[in-house]
Each structure stands twice: as structure tokens, then as C-alpha cells.
């Protein structure tokens, strides 16, 4: 009877005699087969390098665009802000120049032109400060071109999405604002007291936001109260009539 090893090794021995003998029936699929490897082995570095070039060039031309900004020339910026975003539309930097796109645009006095890179550059608001900071250029463009809505739209929203109440009371100033200017006095005084009970009760905004609800709230009364007034009126003139 054959030792358990000696067994084990003639099974391995057979196994390899097969393997052997199917290899020089296939030699040509495994050359094809190993070249293919090869090459995409190949293709994937190439595609790595690629685009780590392509993230250094844009981190490079990135710096020049910052330094030029800081510069205050807006109309030539603009120009090649656009430049860079068509070459590097795909790496991190986009957001970043969308940004400085759409404020370069509202200091040009290009309202309409900022809204689209703004909104472009707020895709993931609350995630990081460029996305609020898009968000705010994208209601402020929309305050320029006066829709009124869509600006205290954008407010509420961010509002809803980021996490520092700084920023919140900022956005809902901002909507609470707008709100109050179209005639809309009872929302108006809606977002101040949403502000008022947000606010610490030792935080000196807390006061000023109680007082502006209640101002907006006694005009949203006084309002109610005329047209009530006036419509007794054109009723009494229409009975005597």
C-alpha cells in the first residue's frame, strides 16, 4: 500500500502533467491572454499618471488665478477662469474656480452670468465652506437680476444645510429681509422669530430679532385690520348705493 504522501505526490505530479499538456494546446490564448494583461496593466498606470499630471498642471495654473484675483483685474480673470474650467473641468479645482468665476461675475456687475457656476458650484451644500460660499453668490446673483423668489429660495436652503448657526442666521437675515421688502410681513416676522429662538437668550441679536417680529407682526395686523376696515366700508357704500 502506497505511503500517504507518496499518494499525495503522485496526484500532484499528474496534476501538473495536465496542466503542462494544456498549456502547449493553448499556447497562442496564453501569450494572447498574457499580452492583453500586459496591456491593460499598462493603460491603467498610463491613466493614473494622466491625470496626476493633469491635477498638477491645474493645482499650478490654480495658484496663478488666486494671485491674479487678489490682483483685482476681474475682466481678464473671468476670461481665464473660463479657460481653465474648460481644460480641467474634472479635477478638484473646478469648484473652486466656479466659485471665483461667479464672484469675479457679480464684481463685473454680470449678475445673470454668475448664476450658472454658482449653482453649478453648490452641488454638495453643507459639505464644505466653497459650496456655502457658492451658495451665497448664487441668491446674491439672483437678488441682482430680481427674482426676489428664487434669491430667498436659495436662502432657505442654505439655512436647512449647513452647520454653523453663524452662517444660518446670515442666510435667514438675508430671506427675512428680501421677505419684508416684496410685502410679505407676516413671513418676514415667521423667519425672525425662527431666528429669535435659534439665537442664545444672552446673545445681543436676540433682542433685535424679537423686536423685528413684533414690529412685522403689529404691521401684519394693522394691514388685516384696514382692509377689514375698508371692505365694511364698500359694503355700507354698496347697501346705500
Do not use: C
Amino acid at each position: 500500500m502506497p505511503e500517504p504522501h507518496a499518494a499525495g505526490e503522485d496526484r500532484f505530479v499528474v496534476v501538473l502533467l495536465q496542466l503542462l499538456a494544456w498549456a502547449q494546446r493553448n499556447t497562442r490564448a496564453l501569450v494572447l491572454g498574457v499580452g492583453a494583461a500586459a496591456i491593460i496593466v499598462f493603460a491603467v498606470k498610463y491613466y493614473v499618471d494622466y491625470r496626476y499630471q493633469v491635477r498638477e498642471a491645474a493645482a499650478t495654473q490654480m495658484v496663478g488665478l488666486r494671485f491674479q484675483l487678489s490682483s483685482g483685474n476681474s475682466a481678464e480673470s473671468i476670461e481665464q477662469l473660463r479657460a481653465f474650467l474648460m481644460q480641467f473641468s474634472g479635477t478638484p479645482y473646478a469648484r473652486e474656480a466656479r466659485v471665483l468665476l461667479a464672484h469675479s461675475l457679480l464684481l463685473s456687475n454680470r449678475a445673470a452670468e454668475a448664476i450658472e457656476p454658482a449653482r453649478q458650484a453648490m452641488d454638495d451644500l453643507g459639505g464644505d465652506i466653497l459650496s456655502t460660499r457658492a451658495a451665497f453668490l448664487a441668491a446674491a446673483a439672483y437678488e441682482e437680476v430680481g427674482d426676489t423668489s428664487a434669491a430667498i429660495d436659495v436662502y432657505r436652503e442654505i439655512a436647512r444645510s449647513v452647520d454653523m448657526r453663524v452662517q444660518q442666521s446670515r442666510a435667514l437675515e438675508a430671506a427675512a429681509r428680501l421677505l419684508d421688502a416684496r410685502g410679505d410681513a407676516a413671513a418676514a416676522a415667521t423667519v425672525y422669530e425662527e431666528l429669535a429662538e435659534m439665537t442664545p437668550e444672552d446673545a445681543p441679536a436676540r433682542p433685535f430679532y424679537e423686536m423685528r417680529a413684533a414690529e412685522l407682526r403689529a404691521r401684519t395686523e394693522s394691514t388685516r385690520a384696514s382692509g377689514q376696515e375698508l371692505g365694511t366700508q364698500e359694503e355700507a357704500v354698496a347697501e346705500g348705493g
